[in-house]
């Protein structure tokens, strides 16, 4: 089997090429970037970073890995072309150092192998600069080894992992919090003025990274003999299943917990205590229900792997699977309280990414299951959940929240179906231009209220899209949204014929 591919400790050649290439993409970053606003400019910067690979770099010319790279370059750089989001900014970066890594490792070694060579290159890439200019200078560069987390035994690992669980379950609910005193978090908000010179360092670190590829796989090492007396143990064979059954009744317990207290106060109805609203109950647990079922996650993993304690002992089979179920409950009684949540009090970007993230959590732990029933293994399990989670993310990307939220709130809005919250026009707005479609369709149904500030809200949008943009700025969600103001250039103000006699209302 191929060895992961690790960076070549050697500086690179000093190709004529690579020195003529840096200086031209930092000027080209600063011409497109700076004092200006981020769109297609940043989809053509990473797609300039992917001609510079093949132009400074040694390439695999087979046709395959070729074709490979470039569709996952394209579909890395789409999201980027609809907008600039944080989602299609990560994509993209995503494209490029796939079709880089291909393009001069090719597919030869196997996905696993180019996954793990993506994976250094995100982390190690920025850095790069800096270890070749030490290197250059033959100054000695410190490598840190990775050093090794000896097993945990008797009661201290249940213990810590339970407190664990007990610190997110507290930021997840007010009732666990105020019973814990949950220590206040620190807030650290570094504050960096960037300026030109700053801006032409970082450029220069981004591109380097792809200008001198340093990426490549180890020859393949030759396999080792031990004897079955003198082999290293698995990581998973050294936890002792008496710890691991410590752990899963503790997690049981505690889990038990929140969920008799959402079956009391969510489902039961039972009064809160004084100064908690359902509201505050509701919504807080949203995020930390996350690392939690992701922690849930990655102890099953350990203790139902192939030869685990998990595989010997059916009373830890019993016990992962009612920790499963509780998972699954919570999950329920999350995406529950959420929705009856923005019923009342509408739909905002932070719920709607609720959502989406407990939806990712059901499919996980609905994953989980199967790979207990099927007898499959772990890597089966994290590349099903790494899928569902690229394709999910992905189509994130591509999508218009702002808009989506604005149309939800108004379509449910007591304005225009007679039921529910009324259209909160203020954080409508305050989503941007995106929402004008939808406060469009509540004018004519605003009876009562005062639109002067939403007009000229809507105006000044208007404005600002007959002004020529800079082409670097340029999006197709921009363009959708400057050819719709271009049909609609004036706000619809003119009420419902419902509303023209007061009395109706």
Not at 14 to 32: H, K, N, Q, S, T
Not at 288 to 313: C, D, N, Q, Y
Request: glycine share 8%.
């Amino acid at each position: 089997m191929l060895a992961s591919p690790a960076l070549s400790p050697a500086l690179p050649s000093l190709r004529p090429a690579r020195w003529l290439l840096l200086p031209a993409l930092v000027v080209l970053g600063d011409r497109l970037f700076y004092g200006h606003a981020v769109g297609v400019s940043l989809a053509l910067f990473l797609a300039a970073l992917a001609v510079t690979v093949p132009l400074a770099n040694p390439v695999r010319r087979d046709a395959r890995s070729l074709s490979v790279a470039l569709i996952l370059l394209v579909l890395g750089l789409l999201p980027l072309v609809e907008d600039a989001g944080v989602l299609a900014v990560l994509f993209g970066i995503g494209g490029l150092i796939a079709f880089a890594v291909i393009v001069t490792g090719g597919l030869a070694p196997g996905w696993a192998a180019t996954l793990a060579a993506m994976r250094r290159m995100l982390v190690a890439g920025p850095f790069q600069i800096g270890f070749d200019a030490a290197a250059g200078l033959h100054r000695p560069v410190a490598m840190v080894r990775g050093w090794r987390v000896e097993s945990v035994v008797g009661w201290v690992l249940p213990v810590l992992l339970t407190g664990l669980f007990g610190a997110l379950f507290a930021s997840a609910n007010p009732l666990i919090d105020a019973w814990l005193n949950d220590l206040p978090r620190l807030s650290l908000e570094p504050k960096i003025a960037p300026g030109r010179l700053f801006a032409w360092g970082l450029l220069a670190a981004l591109a380097w990274p792809f200008v001198a590829f340093r990426l490549r796989h180890r020859a393949p090492k030759a396999p080792t003999t031990a004897t079955p007396a003198t082999a290293t143990p698995a990581p998973i064979a050294m936890l002792d299943p008496t710890v691991i059954g410590r752990c899963l009744v503790l997690f049981n317990l505690l889990f038990a917990v929140q969920s008799g207290l959402d079956l009391l106060y969510l489902w039961g109805g039972l009064a809160l205590p004084d100064g908690l609203t359902y509201a505050a109950y509701a919504h807080r647990g949203a995020y930390p229900l996350i690392a939690t079922a992701l922690l849930a996650a990655a102890f099953v993993l350990i203790a139902m792997g192939p030869g685990g304690a998990g595989e010997r002992s059916t009373l830890i089979r019993r016990l992962v699977c009612l920790w499963i179920g509780q998972n699954v409950l919570l999950v329920v009684s999350a995406i529950l309280r959420l929705d009856l949540y923005v019923a009342v009090y509408s739909l905002t970007l932070v719920r709607a990414a609720a959502f989406v993230w407990m939806g990712l959590v059901a499919i996980g732990l609905l994953l989980i299951v199967a790979r207990i029933a099927l007898r499959r293994s772990n890597r089966w399990l994290v590349a099903m959940n790494g899928i569902v989670l690229l394709v999910v993310l992905y189509g994130c990307a591509l999508a218009n929240f702002s808009a989506i939220v604005s149309t939800y709130n108004v379509e449910h809005s007591r304005e225009l179906c007679g039921a529910g919250e009324a259209f909160d026009l203020g954080y409508a707005m305050d989503l941007g231009s995106e929402a004008i479609p939808a406060v469009d369709r509540f004018f004519p149904y605003a009876f009562g209220y005062d639109l002067n500030v939403a007009a000229k809200w809507r105006a000044n949008h208007v404005e600002q899209a007959k002004k020529p943009a800079d082409w670097r700025g340029w999006s197709f969600r921009r363009y959708r949204l400057e050819r719709y103001l271009e049909r609609r250039p004036f706000a619809p103000l003119t009420l419902h014929p419902m509303f023209k006699n007061p009395d109706i209302r």
